[in-house]
């Protein structure tokens, strides 16, 4: 069973910096990307950043470009997204996303539970 768990999230001001961390559980992967997502209250669930797992090829939603940044350890299985210059606009629930291979083919996404940013004015 694949489990996510998120943590760094938290309340900061405008300006500051987070660091989200998400550790994968539960058997040996065959990964094929890594992501993070948000949701704000009232909006839907949108990608912030995503990175391959082989070739390491990033991906940013143009409101966090050069501001965000995805990383990945394989071993052991994490995933990193730097936040920094945070505005009031990025206050939402983080959720990592892993895209594992599946041996039948195709692909399947697991979820975390979800971190909290708010970022004060």
């Known amino acids: 069973q694949v489990q996510l768990v998120e943590s760094g999230g938290g309340l900061v001001q405008a300006g500051e910096s987070l660091r989200l961390t998400c550790v994968a559980s539960?058997?040996?992967?065959?990964?094929?990307?890594w992501a993070w997502y948000r949701q704000a209250p009232g909006k839907e669930r949108e990608m912030v950043a995503r990175?391959?797992?082989?070739?390491?090829?990033?991906t940013y939603a143009d409101s966090v470009k050069d501001r965000f940044t995805i990383s990945r350890d394989n071993a052991p299985n994490r995933a990193y997204l730097q936040m920094n210059s945070l505005k009031p606009e990025d206050t939402a629930v983080y959720y990592c996303?892993?895209?594992?291979?599946?041996?039948?083919?195709?692909?399947?996404?697991?979820w975390g539970q979800g971190t909290q940013v708010t970022v004060s004015s």
């Open positions: 996303n892993l895209v594992l291979w599946q041996a039948t083919g195709g692909t399947k996404d697991y």
């Open positions: 539960g058997g040996a992967f065959s990964i094929n990307a």
């Open positions: 990175i391959t797992s082989r070739g390491m090829q990033t």
